[in-house]
């Protein structure tokens, strides 16, 4: 596959690069709905919902990540993931995720929280997100 047509992708957050590296296809959790990209895809800039964005590498592995929102912004040749929150997938705490979703449903019902229900329903979001993806993984898995 050295000669298919690659792109180059890199996936950062406010903490640091998460990954950097050519791909033969991504997949991108994007505001209005899930998006594939390939090599020499149209330019395009879009809003990313909390999810899992895959990168299919040349080698033909499948790298996973966990962003929590942010926006992409495709290339021809090059994806840049610009997260608000951003995680391999092996850095996923089930456990905290767990908490944060029990909190944030705890908010839910305590409207006179400290928390706003927007945040609230924010961290829900994100926390479902990510319990999600780790349930996918595990089937994927066996």
């Known amino acids: 596959m050295a000669d298919a047509p690659s792109l180059h992708v ?6 640091g690069e998460i990954y950097s590296g050519p791909a033969a296809m991504v997949f991108a959790p994007a505001s209005q709905g899930d998006l594939g990209i390939y090599p020499r895809h149209a330019p395009l800039l879009t809003l990313l ?5 895959r990168v299919h ?4 592995e499948e790298q996973h990540f966990f962003v929590g929102g942010g926006a992409m912004e495709v290339q021809p040749h090059k994806v840049t993931v610009l997260a608000d929150t951003a995680l391999r997938a092996k850095d996923i705490d089930e456990a905290a995720a767990l908490a944060a979703k029990q909190r944030a449903e705890e908010a839910l019902k305590d409207r006179s929280g400290l928390i706003s229900q927007a945040e ?3 961290e829900l979001a994100r926390a ?10 595990r089937k994927l898995r066996g």
Request: cysteine-free; hydrophobic content about 55%; charged content about 30%.
């Open 10 to 15: 890199d996936i950062v957050s406010a903490e």
């Open 49 to 53: 919902k909390a999810g899992e964005v």
């Open 57 to 60: 590498t040349v080698e033909g």
């Open 120 to 122: 609230a329903l924010a």
């Open 128 to 137: 479902a997100a990510q319990l999600k993806m780790l349930e996918r993984l």
